[in-house]
């Protein structure tokens, strides 16, 4: 944790033509916890799509502003500097595969990072490797955010309280 600050990074799909479902639970689970009551909860965000064009991510979703290189290496290290991956494993009824949020999955396991993975579906959350990997396993963002699963994250490293 950074300054009794709890670093989450976003992972998830990201592809043009479903651009604004990829922004919309991201936005929606930052605009919970930076406006949680007098002031926001103490939460560093790291998001994919910060300060990204969003019209120059292609439809595939594998070219956007930075060289290939760069996107991973850049994913790579929010990964690295993170205490949580929060990982939507939704792709939004397209057919392309999750191979980058895999890859962020397999790195976070390796670091020894916590996983939260939103997903309801099956060949997902009974996926031996998946629910191995998955530390914590929601099927929406709504539960996510109704059982307060990052609140109860960051007591637990941060401040025990009876």
Not at 41 to 60: A, H, Q, V
Not at 123 to 147: C, G, M, N, Q, R
Request: charge should be negative.
């Amino acid at each position: 944790m950074e300054n009794d600050k709890m670093v989450i990074y976003l992972a998830g799909y990201i592809q043009g033509t479903v651009i604004d479902q990829c922004v919309a639970w991201r936005k929606k689970i930052r605009e919970v916890y930076d406006n949680w009551g007098m002031k926001p909860y103490p939460i560093t965000w790291l998001d994919p799509l910060n300060g990204e064009k969003f019209e120059e991510i292609s439809t595939d979703g594998l070219k956007g502003v930075m060289p290939p290189h760069m996107i991973v290496h850049k994913d790579y290290k929010c990964v690295e500097k993170c205490d949580v991956v929060l990982v939507n494993m939704d792709t939004f009824g397209e057919s392309r595969p999750l191979t980058g949020t895999i890859c962020e999955l397999a790195w976070a396991w390796q670091m020894h990072k916590i996983i939260v993975m939103i997903t309801d579906e099956p060949k997902y959350k009974f996926h031996p490797f998946l629910t191995y990997f998955a530390s914590w396993i929601v099927p929406d963002v709504e539960t996510l955010l109704k059982e307060k699963v990052l609140n109860q994250i960051y007591k637990s490293l941060n401040s025990a309280q009876y």
